[in-house]
């Protein structure tokens, strides 16, 4: 594994409840994303960070937003979660531009 | 905005035949096309393609780029029951450093 780090890895939550989901690595890549995964729409992205302080949003990113105070941690916070933002999590990591990127294993996200 | 489509979306094929996948897209400032194979958890890297280096061969699985038509094959020979996957497509452009995916191909390997 590429030393990238998700927690938790499954978690179960009610609509309306703040949830935040981490993305650690210990690879002091520069370039991190947030993914979602779901049936019939591949990994659709919702933010990125180019550095520390530095992000920028994907295409899905109405109600997520994104924190990356370290270079190893990138933070995804759904502000009041939904049943629509049920889906697989994934983060990944890229160390220079115009490299391929390396994947966490994934949160499983339920908002009941 | 960047897109990228992959076909077919599933694929049921016997163990030993040859499968093809196919990846188009459409993206501004195009950098690089990126091959990722799925299976239970996360996507493991396969190839990378780029402007410099079009064709890319690995064992049984091998992939082009065509920059022109815009779009990349990828190609597995004598397949096995370990290659049933989702096999995923993504673009990377100058720039934003977005990685832009195709919403992948199942691919069945029937013993």
């Known amino acids: 594994d590429a030393g990238i780090t998700q927690s938790p890895r499954h978690k179960v939550t009610e609509t309306g409840t703040p949830v935040t989901l981490r993305c650690h690595q210990t690879?002091?890549?520069?370039?991190m994303y947030w993914y979602r995964q779901d049936p019939g729409h591949g990994l659709r992205l919702i933010h990125y960070?180019?550095?520390?302080?530095?992000?920028d949003k994907g295409e899905v990113s109405d109600g997520y937003s994104v924190s990356r105070s370290k270079t190893e941690d990138f933070l995804l916070t759904l502000e009041s979660a939904t049943s629509s933002q049920t889906s697989v999590y994934f983060c990944?990591?890229?160390?220079?531009?115009?490299?391929?990127?390396?994947f966490g294993q994934g949160t499983r996200l339920t908002v009941v | 905005e960047d897109k990228v489509v992959q076909s077919p979306l599933s694929l049921v094929v016997h163990e030993g035949d040859t499968v093809t996948l196919n990846c188009s897209y459409e993206?501004?400032?195009?950098?690089?096309l990126l091959w990722y194979k799925q299976e239970k958890k996360a996507p493991t890297f396969l190839f990378m393609l780029?402007?410099?280096?079009i064709e890319k061969k690995s064992g049984r699985l091998s992939s082009i780029l065509d920059k022109k038509e815009l779009f990349s094959i990828l190609n597995i020979t004598a397949t096995q029951t370990g290659d049933s996957a989702i096999y995923l497509c993504?673009?990377?452009?100058?720039?934003?450093?977005?990685?832009?995916f195709g919403t992948g191909t199942r691919l069945t390997i029937i013993p």
């Open positions: 990944a990591i890229r160390d220079r531009e115009g490299t391929e990127a390396f």
């Open positions: 690879e002091n890549h520069r370039y």
């Open positions: 960070s180019y550095g520390v302080k530095d992000t």
């Open positions: 993206v501004t400032n195009f950098r690089s």
């Open positions: 780029t402007s410099s280096g």
């Open positions: 993504a673009v990377g452009n100058f720039g934003n450093e977005k990685l832009t």
